[in-house]
């Protein structure tokens, strides 16, 4: 067990729900584990659960969920701006919101046109 991955506010009438994952220790970062893992959820969501679009969302001192995001084919969406008085490394902390379609999902799968 190195980690955990999820997914989150499902909603089956709009085919939605959001992916988050956690490995919390350091010697399992960079090894491909984050995007391997969030791929093969995405494809159960969208596989087995027949979903439409998935998203993912974090802050911008994440830069490890952003990468994997970024690696697995998501794309930014939007930013919102934390109501926090305090930042990351010097950074203001922003929510950052990913999405990918089944649609795109499966060309970058190689399965779809």
């Known amino acids: 067990h190195i980690g955990w991955i999820n997914y989150y506010h ?3 009438q709009g085919r939605l729900a959001y992916v988050g994952i956690c490995l919390p220790e350091e010697e399992t970062w960079g090894k491909g584990y ?9 494809d159960h969501l969208f596989g087995r659960m027949e979903l439409e679009e ?7 001192g994440n830069r490890r ?4 995001a970024e690696k697995c084919g998501f794309r930014e969406i939007a930013r919102t701006p934390y109501e926090a008085e305090y930042s990351v490394r010097g950074e203001p902390l922003e929510r950052i ?3 990918i379609s089944r649609e795109e999902w499966l060309v970058l799968r ?3 046109s």
């Open 65 to 68: 969920m952003v990468r994997c």
């Open 97 to 99: 919101e990913f999405h």
């Open 10 to 12: 499902l909603d089956k």
């Open 54 to 60: 998935v998203k993912a969302a974090t802050w911008t």
């Open 34 to 42: 984050g995007p391997e893992a969030v791929s093969l959820l995405v």
């Open 110 to 112: 190689g399965g779809g």
